[in-house]
């Protein structure tokens, strides 16, 4: 028997389902399934596929070099694209909805175009007048970048053929529609089919393509995961509405490595590159203060200082609150099980509040150490000595482990004025980074040091 169709889709990552449901069991999200109608029933009718033909390997690669990536100079993008931008490549730029991407965007345009690429920005959110406004209050004026104003994805094509553009920025791909699929624009049908239509493009005629994806929780607008699998490269500019800072992240990226970051800050005249990301995190910071402890990370290829605050108070409630922003709560879970067991120090009857300054993203276990000195901190209000950083992943027997890349955690930490560091036994540290380093062996012995329990 041929297995039954799924035309039921969740919205948020994708997966198909025979029938409706309130929650996608494969990602857990809520009322994000919705109804997909088929494609198209004729096989090979899209827009403007090449078909029925083959190269051989060899001949690529021989025939001639790939024609050179193009550097924007703008190092926080160049970076983050893997070292500027690959001919023929579909980039998708995720992010929650006013965080910045048409700003990005118009700023890349705008840099690309005086590296001399040929660059048309398709707006399907705001009138050409709209965008050339933003352009002109963001300092662009005079920047060779050709705009329309186009949701329908026939006309946007042609148009793309006619013009030939190196890059293609589509702003954003839930606006684009086309007639050959019958769902209303921002469907997961429409963002798929026209996600399909821009790459293959892309592939075939030379253009690198940006497609701007909207992230909602709300299942009508498809978030753009149902693309990710489409494009070479996805980028997340992310950030907290309060905070000056935006990061774009690259999560996936087939020509370059991913989780390379680059780090902006918001002005009235659009986004500056931030280039010592290490001192914008650590501004405004106070002197000692029981709680908070600097953290030497690594984003990518470089190391970025951070600081974690944790405040530890009694709780009125049964069941103590834990909370933590910016660092995963199943992680902080986890150093209070091997505090408590392995040091005897209990958390029991205290509500724990984990928080990373600034509104960073960690996700690299080398905090582990970080965090577990900023909760003891807290817990026995009693800070670490001024200019200290510290380092080191926690393992379940509470041994701590080297992680990668400890000199140029060590260095950026003395090029900021740090004097000392707390950091992991094993793995090799030279002299050279004029910091006072102490090793520690285990999580017991770290807190015998410090804080003498
Ligand atoms: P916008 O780029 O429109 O966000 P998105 O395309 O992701 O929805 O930016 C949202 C608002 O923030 C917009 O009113 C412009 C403003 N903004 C600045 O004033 N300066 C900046 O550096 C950025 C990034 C945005
Ligand atoms: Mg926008």
Not at 83 to 94: D, F, K, N, T, Y
Not at 290 to 295: E, K
Not at 325 to 336: E, F, H, K, N, T
Not at 409 to 419: D, N, P, S, V, Y
Request: hydrophobic share 40%; net charge neutral; with cysteine.
């Amino acid at each position: 028997m041929a297995p039954k169709p799924r035309p039921f889709v969740c919205s948020a990552c994708g997966a198909a389902w025979p029938k409706w449901q309130g929650r996608c069991d494969a990602c857990g999200a809520w009322d994000t399934i919705v109804e997909e109608r088929p494609l198209s029933q004729t096989p090979g009718k899209s827009l403007g596929a090449v078909r029925g033909r083959t190269v051989p390997l060899l001949d690529l690669a021989t025939e001639e070099a790939p024609p050179p990536r193009s550097e924007t100079r703008v190092e926080e993008l160049d970076r983050v694209l893997g070292g500027g931008l690959v001919p023929s490549s579909a980039i998708l730029v995720g992010g929650d909805p006013g965080i910045g991407k048409s700003t990005l965007l118009l700023q890349a345009a705008a840099a690309f175009s005086r590296t001399g690429l040929k660059v048309v920005y398709v707006s399907g959110e705001e009138a050409s007048a709209q965008v050339r406004m933003r352009a002109q209050r963001l300092g662009l004026g005079k920047a060779d970048v050709r705009l329309a104003a186009e949701t329908n994805l026939r006309d946007i094509l042609t148009t793309l053929e006619t013009a030939k553009p190196d890059l293609a920025i589509i702003d954003s791909i839930q606006t684009m529609w086309l007639d050959t699929v019958d769902s209303a624009p921002g469907s997961v049908a429409q963002v798929r089919a026209a996600a399909h239509e821009l790459t293959t493009f892309a592939k075939t005629r030379g253009t690198s393509v940006i497609l701007v994806g909207h992230v909602t929780k709300e299942g009508q607008i498809a978030g753009p995961r149902v693309v990710e699998h489409m494009v070479d490269t996805v980028l997340y500019f992310e950030g907290e509405r309060g905070h000056q800072f935006r990061i774009l992240r690259a999560v996936k990226n087939r020509f370059g490595p991913a989780d390379e970051i680059g780090v902006f800050e918001m002005t009235g005249r659009g986004l500056a590159e931030v280039r010592n990301p290490s001192a914008l995190f650590l501004d405004g910071r106070g002197g000692p203060t029981p709680g908070s402890v600097v953290f030497a990370g690594i984003e990518g290829s470089r190391p970025v200082l951070c600081e974690l605050q944790a405040l530890v108070a009694p709780s009125p409630h049964s069941q103590p609150r834990r909370s933590s922003v910016g660092w995963d709560s199943g992680r902080l879970a986890m150093i209070l099980a091997v505090l408590e067991a392995r040091c005897g120090l209990s958390f029991a009857g205290l509500d724990v509040y984990l928080n990373v300054a600034g509104g960073l993203k960690i996700g690299e276990p080398a905090a582990d150490l970080a965090v577990a000195a900023a909760l003891l901190s807290a817990r026995e209000d009693q800070a670490l000595p001024e200019g200290t950083v510290v380092f080191g992943e926690i393992s379940l027997s509470g041994a701590l482990r080297p992680v990668t890349q400890m000199e140029n955690r060590l260095k950026e930490a003395a090029k900021l004025g740090f004097r000392s560091a707390l950091a992991p036994a094993g793995g090799r540290i030279s002299e050279t980074s004029g910091l006072s380093v102490s090793q520690v062996s285990d999580l017991p012995a770290f807190v015998g040091e410090q804080f003498g329990a």
